[in-house]
């Protein structure tokens, strides 16, 4: 430690810029290495937009809405009979709030635990070796450290005219907090977040409109899943509005009056929704960190730019997850926050960019891992293809939840599992068995000559590897 240290209220080896998935288990897991190491987060709780605002919450609300659609229509053809269903949206959300805050508070618990410096207040980086927290009362101190890693995360991104109010228009925030069900909902954007929170509350009532600019939804995974998803939610009740985009948003007295038109231009026409919610992506955030400070200058997007040890352009700042793109996934922020954390401990640790899997909460689940048929054609991979639909698979049936596939593709010449994409029951579960083959590097052949327990839904990948070879036993 530099001999500055007297002058400061804090040394450390390391100290995180951030508390979220990436900045929380970087933290961690740096401290069982042996570093000393402080956590700053400005949020007021650690988890960061995950934990807080992001994937648990969302995942509280899709199930506890799941629940209330099985009960009220799922469970006739098991032969139960139970009287009129109801709900109270103010109890989810007491439910979804007590779930954020045993997480969240159970990180507090870990850094206890393994000595990590929880420092609340916003971060800014002063020089290449000091960091000033602003705490909520304005008071400050400052950190001394021998390296930083930034992972500040990501925020909302909106569209040029539309300004999001967290009432009437809302984003993935506000949509996690709506304090009742909107009669109309108007969704821009048919990625992750649109499908995800578009279901939750189509589930309660609302009769949602998707719009989305490009002519398939879940633009980033398979084709196949783009079209059958679209195909099952339109039959669950979503309504989509494909190649088409939002140019102006008006509040009205009631709700907000929306202008679209078709993407490629041509006559525009209003929609009319209670709430709008702007889900068409995520920008990296890192207002206030003090990047002007060290020379860092973020990409166009506002990108930070790191090197494969997660370096940035200052030889002791590095930057890990949503702040430096990719894919903008909770895991994907873990595993670079422990891969730095292992590579400033001395360690020699390994990030496979070809294998984090990807999961859409629908119902059914989209999941993905690999590259997608898309990908490959473009690549000009040569591969070949087996595709199984649930349909055809006993565990399925008796659970009754038929739609849907798993599709293996595996390289034409060695057999190499080069993607899997599953679009069906338990489907974020079952992609965790194709991550682990291609993370071994498997072929088609060694999953199906794998022994697949009878009767599960995993059976279905088995044999979609078995018909890359074109020799499936029940489809
Ligand atoms: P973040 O989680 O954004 O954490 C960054 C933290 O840094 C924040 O808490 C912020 O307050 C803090 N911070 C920023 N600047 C400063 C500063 N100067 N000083 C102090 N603190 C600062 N991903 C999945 O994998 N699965 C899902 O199911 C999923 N669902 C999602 C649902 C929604 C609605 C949303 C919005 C996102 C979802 N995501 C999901 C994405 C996931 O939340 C992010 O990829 C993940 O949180 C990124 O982690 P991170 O650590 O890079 O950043
Ligand atoms: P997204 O990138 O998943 O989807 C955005 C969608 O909006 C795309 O389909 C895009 O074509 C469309 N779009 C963009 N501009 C548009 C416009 N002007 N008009 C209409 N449509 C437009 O982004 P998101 O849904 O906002 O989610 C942000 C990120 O959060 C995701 O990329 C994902 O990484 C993460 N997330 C993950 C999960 C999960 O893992 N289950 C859940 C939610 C969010």
New binding site residues.
Partial sequence: MSDKSDAFDQAYDLVIIGGGPGGYVSAIRAAQLGLKVACVEMRGTLGGTCLNI??IP?KALLESSHHYEEASHGLAEHGLKIGKVGFDVKAMMARKEKIVGELTGGIEFLFRKNKVDYIRGRGTILDTDTVEVTAEDGSKQQLLTDTIAIATG?D??S?PGIEIDEKRIVS?TGALSLPKVPKKMVV?????????LGSVWRRLGAEVTV????DR????MDGDISKTLHRILKKQGMTFRMS???TAAKKTRSGVSLTVEP?KGGESETLEADVVLV????RPFTEGLGLENVGIVPDQRGFIAVDKHYRTSVANIFAIGDVIGG????HKAEEEGIALAEYLAGQRPHMNYDVIP????THPEAASVGKTTEQLREEGIEFRAGKIPFSSNARAKTVGETDGFVKVLADATTDRILGVHVLGPEAGTIIHEAAVAMEFEATAEDLFRTCHGHPTLNEVVKEAAMAVHKRSISA
């Fill in positions: 992001g994937c969302s990501s909302v991104a569209l993935s821009i954007g048919g990625g992750f977040i649109g499908l995800e719009v989305e600019f490009l939804i879940v633009p980033n088409t985009k939002v993407a889900a068409v992506g995520r894919a903008m996934l909770a990807g999961i859409v909460y």
